[in-house]
């Protein structure tokens, strides 16, 4: 299956993700984010909920696909990369929590 990255999503992955210089870096990215990030159906709890109430903001992203990946929302429209959105603060934070919460239960 072929990705394909849009010129407006180009320009937010140089400016938002560090290291995305090279065409062949935003691809790969592109393509784990696709194949490998969370959707919306597949997230629990403070995921599922963040991304419902993006979509719930933005009625543009309503028929889109959100994926959470490299703690940055990648906005789909069928193959195409559309853009990418930071996540804000305290959804960061929130992350962070949850991430040192399931690394004390693994030890």
Known sequence: MNISISKHANERMKERLPGMKSAARRYETACKAFFCGARQDSCRGAEAAYLASYIKQEPE??????????????????????????CDEKFGRRLQKNRAKSHRRAA
């Not at 992203?61 to 930071?86: A, S």
């Open 61 to 86: 992203y309503f028929c889109r696909d959100l994926l959470l990946y490299m703690d940055r929302i990648f906005v789909f429209e069928g193959n195409t990369l559309v853009t990418v959105l930071p």
